[in-house]
């Protein structure tokens, strides 16, 4: 869909947070992935088309992340990771486990909630 209004748009770059250290569970947060999903969006789009997929976060660790967005003061109770809910975060599923974690190695404390 990003790709779509991009190229409606006459844009030239998507900006993706996909985190490499998720690739465990979430193969599609790996940077050889974006690469090809740019390439395909490339090729499957009209010839003046051309877009790039900015991923800034990728080759961070989560807790670099949380450490960089307390420093810029980013409004981390705005963001959010769980796959199984959407009230309150489930705080098992992989990507919640992973998030706390990186909370936790940055010594900050989520201001999420959790069931």
Not at 29 to 57: F, V, W
Not at 80 to 86: D, G, I, M, R
């Amino acid at each position: 869909m990003a790709a779509a209004v991009a190229e409606k748009e006459a844009a030239e770059l998507i900006s993706i947070g996909v985190v490499q250290e998720d690739s465990s569970g979430y193969p599609d947060c790996r940077e050889i992935y974006i690469n090809a999903m740019q390439n395909a969006i490339n090729l499957g789009t009209k010839d003046s088309t051309n877009i790039k997929i900015h991923m800034p976060l990728v080759h961070l660790l989560k807790s670099e992340i949380v450490t960089k967005s307390l420093e810029i003061n980013s409004p981390l109770e705005l963001t959010w990771s769980c796959y199984k809910n959407e009230k309150k975060a489930c705080g098992v599923c992989d990507s919640c486990r992973l998030r706390l974690k990186g909370f936790e190695q940055a010594g900050a404390v989520d201001p999420i909630v959790y069931e």
